[in-house]
């Protein structure tokens, strides 16, 4: 298991690209960001170039407009429009 100390920023995106298949990268909470909970757009931009699929498994938050839930699905692909799903 790999760990950035941030969320989003160089250090992050540079272990994420270090990655091998079957490897898996734990990044710092995103909670310490004040864009996450205001839903910021670019905040969610940032946080989407981490990863190449996005599922919403927050039940218990999936109701807010955080950028993390509400916001950075505009940035993955549709079901019917992903060819890796």
């Known amino acids: 298991m790999l760990f950035a100390n941030d969320c989003v920023g160089e250090q992050a995106y540079l272990t994420a690209d270090m990655m091998r298949e079957g490897e898996v990268l734990l990044l710092e ?3 310490f960001y004040k864009e996450e909970e205001k839903g ?3 905040f969610a931009e940032k946080l989407s170039k981490l990863g ?4 919403n498994d927050a039940f218990g938050t999936a109701h807010r ?3 993390s839930t509400a916001v950075i699905a505009k940035f993955f692909p549709s079901e019917k429009e992903c060819s890796a799903c």
Do not use: I
């Open 29 to 31: 909470n995103l909670r």
């Open 40 to 42: 910021d757009e670019a």
């Open 52 to 55: 190449d699929v996005y599922v």
């Open 65 to 67: 407009a955080h950028a």
